[in-house]
């Protein structure tokens, strides 16, 4: 039994010390490739999932009233925002299309060519 040992450790490992370390440091690195590839994917699931999404909730129609408290002025429109995900957004964009007037659409109306007006 104890010259099979020192046979094994002639052939697999005297003055061999070179080569197993070059061996094991590329295993390292392989599972360190492993590990990264995880990582940045984990990475990127948790910002997706925790990505603010905003929706509006409503919208709320509060009357305005003339100062004589009996005939109606207007109606204030407001919208509640609700961001559903778990961090803060760092930028929104609402667009909206609004047309108070006595005109209607036409057939073929190009709505790009309409006015814009940036809030």
């Known amino acids: 039994m104890a010259q099979t040992l020192r046979n094994l450790y002639e052939v697999g490992f005297k ?13 390292l690195c392989v599972f360190s ?12 699931l948790a910002i997706a999932t925790q990505a603010a ?6 919208p709320a129609l509060i009357k305005q009233a003339n100062s004589d408290g009996k005939t109606l002025k207007g109606w204030n ?13 760092r ?5 909206s299309n609004v047309y108070t007037g006595t005109a209607t659409p036409t057939k073929g ?4 060519q309409l006015p814009k007006i940036v809030l």
Do not use: H
């Open 33 to 44: 490739y492993f590990l990264w590839q995880v990582n940045d994917a984990t990475n990127r």
């Open 91 to 95: 930028t929104v964009t609402l667009q």
């Open 53 to 58: 999404s905003v929706s509006a909730s409503g």
């Open 77 to 89: 429109v407001y919208l509640t925002w609700i961001n559903s995900g778990s961090t803060a957004t």
């Open 109 to 112: 109306l190009d709505f790009n």
């Open 15 to 27: 003055d061999k010390a070179g080569f197993w370390t070059a061996l094991f440091t590329g295993v």
